[in-house]
């Protein structure tokens, strides 16, 4: 597994949008994934890539679902959240994580790597 650099949060407003990178310096990943922490709470599933030659699958977690898109650019190593109409219960600390797996995973037991953690608060 690699070194996980994210980059991108930051203090909005409802209803406004935010775009999250994530480079990896791990070699033959296969699957990433965000999940985010609010305060008080336990760490939860966001959303997750996973790619192999001629297919990319993408799992979305509910509440999420037509606000926020997962992208992937192969020749950066890079994962990209881009969120859109965000609410205040999106204010979180995002993860990015690197999937021990190779496949995507709700479970942050399968991933491997994480990053340091980059923070989204969402004012109404």
Not at 93 to 117: F, I, K, N, P, V
């Amino acid at each position: 597994q690699g070194q996980l650099v994210e980059s991108g949060g930051g203090s909005v407003q409802a209803g406004d949008s935010l775009r999250l990178s994530c480079t990896t310096s791990g070699i033959n990943v296969q699957a990433m994934g965000w999940f985010r922490q609010a305060p008080g709470k336990e760490r939860e599933f966001v959303a997750a890539v996973s790619w192999r030659r001629h297919i990319t699958y993408y799992d979305y977690e509910d509440s999420i679902k037509g606000r926020f898109t997962l992208s992937r650019d192969s020749a950066q190593n890079t994962v990209t959240l881009q969120m859109n109409s965000l609410r205040p219960e999106d204010t979180a600390t995002y993860y990015c994580a690197e999937s021990r797996t190779g496949w995507t995973s709700r479970a942050s037991a399968d991933y491997a790597a994480w990053g340091q953690g980059t923070q989204v608060s969402v004012s109404s």
